[in-house]
């Protein structure tokens, strides 16, 4: 079965500081890709980037930087020098085919980035 | 913006009525998938349509059903409306339906059974 654990519930940062969400997760399928999405208070998610299940490397654009550790099932995310933009509620996603086309996301890692 | 447009916004129902809710897709994109976000918790997957047919569905009972429409738009439709309904429902379209496809979102309508 699927899970995406995402146990930072809310994190609270100062502007500049480094912040980085956590994200577990567990499926049986060797074939799979992992998202991240941003939601601000407007309501509509937006995507950030995708992870296939055989592509380990990590990523860097800008600011932001992705950890994916097969080893440890985990896909981690790290904003560098945050900034008031950056606050939002994060999500961690995982889809695969089975069955159907299939799709979870973790609860999200509310961020709050103080001036 | 991501082209993705639901109606209504927002929308207050009674228990036991029913709801349609409707999205219409980013141009040039023939996917598209239904979710439902509780206040405070991530998005639930409940299905997703390729091409008018359904090809994914997650763990929501049949009084949750949908259409996709010839122009790719499309329509979520609730039945028996139960309390626990009350949502925020999000429509996302994406290109095609592969697995590592990103969804564009739209901002949701936000249903409250009373």
């Known amino acids: 079965a699927q899970k995406v654990t995402q146990a930072q519930t809310e994190i609270s940062v100062v502007e500049k500081e480094d912040v980085t969400l956590d994200c577990v997760y567990e499926?049986?399928?060797?074939?799979?890709?992992l998202f991240w999405y941003k939601q601000p208070p407007s309501g509509e998610l937006v995507f950030l980037i995708r992870r296939n299940s055989f592509d380990e490397q990590n990523e860097i654009s800008g600011r932001y930087s992705w950890n994916f550790q097969k080893s440890t099932s985990s896909f981690n995310f790290t904003i560098t020098a945050s900034q008031v933009v950056d606050s939002a509620v994060y999500f961690c996603a995982l889809s695969e085919w089975t069955g159907g086309f299939k799709t979870i996301f973790g609860a999200g890692t509310r961020l709050f980035v103080k001036a | 913006e991501t082209g993705v447009t639901q109606s209504p916004t927002h929308l207050i129902k009674t228990r036991g009525q029913q709801v349609t809710l409707r999205c219409s897709s980013q141009?040039?994109?023939?996917?598209v998938s239904w979710y439902q976000q509780a206040l405070g918790q991530g998005p639930q997957f409940i299905f997703q349509y390729y091409r008018e047919e359904e090809n994914g569905r997650g763990n929501f009972p049949p009084r949750f059903s949908g259409l996709q429409f010839p122009n790719y738009s499309s329509e979520l439709n609730v039945n028996a409306l139960e309390l626990d309904d009350s949502a925020l429902y999000l429509c996302?379209?994406?290109?095609?339906?592969?697995?590592?496809?990103?969804?564009?979102f739209g901002q949701g309508t936000r249903l409250t059974v009373v």
């Open positions: 499926t049986r399928d060797t074939t799979y890709y």
């Open positions: 996302a379209s994406k290109q095609d339906d592969r697995v590592g496809t990103e969804a564009f």
């Open positions: 141009s040039g994109h023939n996917t």
